[in-house]
């Protein structure tokens, strides 16, 4: 095959670099075994500026340039910082320099002896793999590897102490270096500990603050106007910024959203199975290749998007939220109904209101300013404030929710009515977007709050019946308030009239008033309505588990390439044609449908 100037450049370059190091080497040992002194300072100068100056050039030209926007401490302390790495290339290129020299030298003269000589082992090749095995990590198993090193340093020190003993001052610390450099090496090589991740309170609260305001994009958009599928972005500076398009990448995970939502406590476990139940009932209603899903639909009218393409990267992330998904939904059933992160998603909610009042959400060119009087954001806080002290009962967490709405109802009115005037705010500079904004989160603090007490109560509706003060005197009916006081789960209320009703029975043969006996009647009668609602959750929870299931049950056979043991970058449903682009299995964006369908079976492991 004829090979271009260029190529032929690109060899020769190849062949000089390789002999670079053990130039460089040379230079360093003649002049200091024979040369003067000032020759021998002249040539480690010289050295040493090939060797740092592209590293430390770059290093000063980013520190030449600071940006506009910049503070100059800042851009100084960065531009130290970044200076550590190029300092260290550098200094790890002049201790490694008599391996390196090593390295190259015996390439030059295998392939030199097995040109012209032995005409043997042409193809020879070792891999990195083999190398790395082949060699040891310990401190013993590289002085082996990088023996060279410290016996040149040891050689040179030993003739320039009998014949130049001045040129010690000079070379020296350099043959130190070297007569180090395996044990460098070595502690280079060892594998750091990742350090445990402690994060302080603010940062806590900060990262709370930021996922709710990601869920809000999904409590927006995934709406019935869009058949309850995630839009694929959102356009601020547009009329109608919503692009009605989605992908299965988007819809699992829209879907892992509203998961991750009940798990930080912005919404129910009801409103959670209501709207993956939604979304689940779209996806039912759309076509798909093979059980797959293609690549792009348009939301409004559920229509798949040409050209027709099933994407192996879409499938396979899918599947494996779905998988997720499914095990998320079953964990509800033996799940406490409310769970304390409940009240740590409400203050999330509060917090994300408490910064909106106080103008921290507006930018500093707008001025950050309180949109709302001292009085309001007292309110606020206080609603913060209260969150922290709660009781542990299940009657006491429902009046508790009560008093929660109580209170933001009351912030609620005093946004919406406009009693939010602050003394230090222009209310001319406050845009109609900045009062939407306030009053989108303080009515999403109320319908939180009221969320969590509906879906309590309705599969605890005694948490709302106060005993009559007789049964507490009553030993039965001390040890029955304290069983329904606590916070059960879904399952076991399903069960809950089969394990209180020993207790009841009992209990009824001790009740003398009327009330008394009025209240274990209402008590038996919504014990059966709360154990029916569980019952009728469960079964829907299994039934949806079983539906993403059926959804994850797809067949990637026809996009894996046998022959190449790859997954094709997706299937042409139009041409009928497998794509002609391939993906790594574990390095590319396909790597979980590759994990997911190696733990399935579908492809072998190897």
């Known amino acids: 095959n004829p090979i271009s100037a260029l190529s032929w450049w690109k060899i020769f370059d190849n062949l000089r670099r390789s002999l670079v190091p053990v130039a460089i080497l040379l230079t360093l040992l003649l002049s200091w075994l024979f040369g003067e002194p000032v020759l021998a300072i002249g040539a480690t100068l010289l050295v040493l500026a090939v060797i740092g100056a592209v590293p430390l050039l770059a290093a000063l030209s980013d520190l030449l340039r600071k940006p506009a926007d910049l503070p100059l401490l800042t851009h100084l302390r ?147 106007e869009d058949n309850w599928l995630p839009p694929d972005n959102f356009q601020e500076t547009l009329a109608d910024g919503v692009a009605s398009r989605t992908s299965p990448t988007n819809i699992g995970m829209a879907l892992l959203a509203d998961l991750a939502a009940w798990d930080f406590g912005y919404c129910s476990a009801g409103r959670l199975l209501d709207r993956v139940r939604k979304t689940v009932s779209t996806l039912a209603r759309m076509e798909r290749h093979r059980g797959h899903f293609y690549n792009w639909y348009n939301t409004r009218s559920l229509k798949p998007l040409f050209p027709l393409y099933v994407s192996t990267v879409d499938s396979g992330n899918l599947v494996g939220h779905l998988l997720v998904l499914r095990s998320g939904l079953l964990e509800l059933i033996e799940t ?129 019946l106060p005993p009559p003060e007789p049964l507490l005197h009553l030993n039965e009916g001390r040890e029955l308030l304290a069983r329904l006081n606590a916070m059960p789960t879904l399952r076991e209320v399903a069960v809950l009239p089969q394990t209180v009703m020993p207790l009841m029975e009992a209990l009824v043969k001790n009740v003398t008033d009327g009330a008394g006996a009025s209240w274990l009647r209402e008590l038996r009668k919504v014990i059966a309505i709360s154990s029916q609602r569980a019952a009728d959750r469960i079964k829907a929870i299994e039934q949806l588990a079983s539906q993403c299931q059926e959804f994850a049950d797809m067949d990637f056979s026809f996009l894996f390439d046998d022959a190449r043991d790859l997954f094709a970058i997706g299937y042409n449903v139009g041409d009928q044609r497998l794509d002609n682009s391939f993906y790594d299995l574990l390095a590319s964006e396909a790597r979980l449908a590759s994990y997911v369908l190696i733990a399935q079976g579908q492809i072998s492991q190897e």
């Open 78 to 224: 960065m531009a130290a910082l970044a200076l550590v790495k190029p300092i260290g290339q550098f200094l790890c290129s002049f201790i490694f320099l008599p391996y390196e020299a090593y390295i190259s030298a015996d390439a030059i003269a295998r392939t030199l002896a097995r040109l012209f000589w032995t005409k043997t082992k042409m193809l020879e090749w070792k891999t990195s793999s083999d190398a790395n095995r082949s060699e040891g990590h310990d401190l013993p198993g590289v002085m082996r590897t990088m023996w060279f090193a410290p016996s040149l340093a040891t050689l040179a020190i030993l003739v320039l102490a009998l014949g130049k003993p001045v040129m010690l001052l000079i070379a020296g610390p350099f043959l130190g270096l070297w007569l180090l450099s395996p044990f460098v090496a070595w502690l280079l090589s060892r594998t750091i500990p990742a350090p445990s991740v402690q994060l302080s309170d603010s940062q806590r609260v900060f990262l709370h603050k930021l996922s709710r305001r990601t869920w809000r994009f999904f409590e927006v958009f995934v709406t019935a």
């Open 336 to 464: 406490k109904l409310l769970q304390p992160r409940v009240f740590g998603g409400l203050g999330d909610t509060a917090r994300v209101l408490l910064d909106v009042a106080r103008g921290l959400h507006r930018t500093e060119q707008e001025g950050r300013v309180p949109l709302v009087g001292a009085a309001v954001l007292h309110k606020i806080q206080r609603f913060v404030d209260d969150l922290e002290i709660r009781p542990d009962s299940l009657s006491g967490l429902a009046t508790f929710l009560q008093r929660l709405i109580n209170q933001a109802a009351e912030i609620t009115s005093d946004v919406n009515t406009g009693r939010t005037t602050s003394p230090k705010m222009d209310v001319g500079r406050i845009s109609s977007d900045q009062n939407a904004e306030l009053r989108w989160w303080a009515s999403a603090v109320e319908r939180s709050c009221n969320d969590h007490r509906d879906d309590l109560l309705q599969l605890a509706a005694w948490a709302s």
